[in-house]
């Protein structure tokens, strides 16, 4: 499903209160740097269509399949920092603020990206990322209203690092063909559906645990988020663990792959 980034920010704030009281529109703008509470109550609209939260008793909740979804995103965010964060801290935070190009709070950046933050204070990895970006970066990074976003001489110090170290960087169009569109989530989840539908009727005399095959093949559909590449790599590492551990036999595990496979080809065309 796709959640965009102000909406993102509001799931991720309700993830690390992990209050049972729940929380309303008010504090969630007041702690998470939204400008008024309508706007806060409007972004909510698109978690509850997608389960991802639910306003009840006066009080909005974040729901199990919220936390989910947040833990997998921030999961794989992480892991694309992680590419280069060991080695190259400023060109790992500048790609970050450079990609998601919008003002971001400091609870909004990865906890990789604090982690790793070069020591220059006593104090905690929050801290050293702010003073990274308020001293160090001052010249590439401004914070209108306590969030951090790149100023044109930021934009064009990663775009410099780009090219020095021979990175390519993605044109919109690039991006467009390594993520999912909508078309894309649907021609995939309509294949996984098909697949289960016809390994349903292999249960009886196959070595195939119908249950554990269906939530491993379920939860694909739930990382659209992750892009193209990682997600199928993501399916072949599913199938390995599932053969690994006898889930399914050598030749349901060869049938998944050959029904599936084709729709991802086209897709990564």
């Given at each position: 499903?796709?959640?965009?980034?102000?909406?993102?920010?509001?799931?991720?704030?309700?993830?690390?209160?992990?209050?049972?009281?729940?929380?309303?529109?008010?504090?969630?703008?007041?702690?998470?740097?939204?400008?008024?509470?309508?706007?806060?109550?409007?972004?909510?609209?698109?978690?509850?269509?997608?389960?991802?939260?639910?306003?009840?008793?006066?009080?909005?909740?974040?729901?199990?399949?919220?936390?989910?979804?947040?833990?997998?995103?921030?999961?794989?965010?992480?892991?694309?920092?992680?590419?280069?964060?060991?080695?190259?801290?400023?060109?790992?935070?500048?790609?970050?603020?450079?990609?998601?190009?919008q003002p971001l709070a400091v609870d909004d950046f990865p906890e990789v990206l604090k982690e790793e933050a070069p020591k220059y204070?006593?104090?905690?990895?929050?801290?050293?990322?702010?003073?990274?970006?308020?001293?160090?970066?001052?010249?590439?990074?401004?914070?209108?209203?306590?969030?951090?976003?790149?100023?044109?001489?930021?934009?064009?110090?990663?775009?410099?690092?780009?090219?020095?170290?021979?990175?390519?960087?993605?044109?919109?169009?690039?991006?467009?063909?390594?993520?999912?569109?909508?078309?894309?989530?649907?021609?995939?989840?309509?294949?996984?559906?098909?697949?289960?539908?016809?390994?349903?009727?292999?249960?009886?005399?196959?070595?195939?645990?119908?249950?554990?095959?269906?939530?491993?093949?379920?939860?694909?559909?739930?990382m659209y988020h992750l892009n193209k590449k990682n997600w199928r790599q993501l399916l072949t590492g599913k199938i390995t663990e599932?053969?690994?551990?006898?889930?399914?036999?050598?030749?349901?595990?060869?049938?998944?792959?050959?029904?599936?496979?084709?729709?991802?080809?086209?897709?990564?065309?």
């Amino acid at each position: 499903m796709e959640i965009l980034p102000p909406s993102r920010t509001v799931l991720k704030y309700l993830y690390k209160q992990r209050e049972e009281k729940g929380n309303v529109y008010g504090n969630i703008a007041h702690h998470a740097g939204f400008k008024t509470w309508e706007e806060v109550k409007e972004l909510c609209k698109t978690l509850y269509d997608n389960g991802l939260a639910e306003w009840k008793n006066e009080r909005i909740f974040i729901t199990d399949e919220g936390r989910l979804w947040i833990e997998r995103y921030m999961e794989a965010q992480e892991d694309r920092i992680r590419e280069y964060v060991y080695d190259d801290y400023e060109f790992a935070l500048l790609r970050f603020l450079y990609e998601l190009d919008q003002p971001l709070a400091v609870d909004d950046f990865p906890e990789v990206l604090k982690e790793e933050a070069p020591k220059y204070t006593n104090g905690s990895s929050a801290y050293n990322l702010i003073h990274i970006l308020e001293i160090e970066f001052r010249s590439y990074v401004h914070n209108p209203q306590n969030k951090y976003e790149l100023k044109v001489a930021g934009r064009k110090r990663f775009e410099h690092l780009v090219k020095s170290k021979g990175v390519q960087l993605n044109s919109p169009q690039d991006q467009a063909n390594t993520t999912f569109s909508e078309q894309d989530k649907n021609d995939l989840s309509n294949k996984i559906d098909k697949v289960l539908s016809e390994l349903e009727k292999l249960q009886t005399g196959h070595e195939i645990i119908w249950t554990d095959m269906k939530e491993e093949l379920d939860e694909l559909k739930e990382m659209y988020h992750l892009n193209k590449k990682n997600w199928r790599q993501l399916l072949t590492g599913k199938i390995t663990e599932m053969l690994a551990g006898g889930i399914v036999s050598e030749a349901i595990s060869k049938k998944i792959v050959d029904s599936i496979n084709p729709t991802i080809e086209k897709l990564l065309e």
